[in-house]
Nanobody, 123 residues
Framework: VQLQASGGGLVQAGGSLRLSCAIS????????MGWFRQAPGKEREFVAGISWSSGTTGYADSVKGRFTVSKDNAKNTVYLQMNSLKPEDTAVYFCAAKWGTSILTLRSSYAYWGQGTQVTVSS
């Protein structure tokens, strides 16, 4: 599975961005796609996830109500719509994939990773 994340950038607090993760190399049925982020000096943390088969989603408490994860089956792409962005959302965002239907939050549960895309939120 190859993952290619894009869509990061610089935005003011309160603004929005949409990240994309294009997936290739495998049929995605049976996989969960996750979004993680890593701020300078901090551990990589789970942000959101979606089951490719069922469409079930899960979110970290810090982004619930502001971020939405979705997928486009035809384009083999996962999105992370980020609204009401805060300076503390500043991080490198990564997309990842794991086999299985459970949306897990541990980084080690995900076997496949894309390169990160930088999101910077100014105050």
């Amino acid at each position: 599975v190859q993952l290619q994340a894009s869509g990061g950038g610089l935005v003011q607090a309160g603004g929005s961005l949409r990240l994309s993760c294009a997936i290739s190399g495998r049929t995605l049925s049976g996989y969960v796609m996750g979004w993680f982020r890593q701020a300078p000096g901090k551990e990589r943390e789970f942000v959101a996830g979606i089951s490719w088969s069922s469409g079930t989603t899960g979110y970290a408490d810090s982004v619930k109500g502001r971020f939405t994860v979705s997928k486009d089956n035809a384009k083999n792409t996962v999105y992370l719509q980020m609204n009401s962005l805060k300076p503390e959302d500043t991080a490198v965002y990564f997309c990842a994939a794991k086999w299985g239907t459970s949306i897990l939050t541990l980084r080690s549960s995900y076997a496949y990773w894309g390169q990160g895309t930088q999101v910077t939120v100014s105050s």
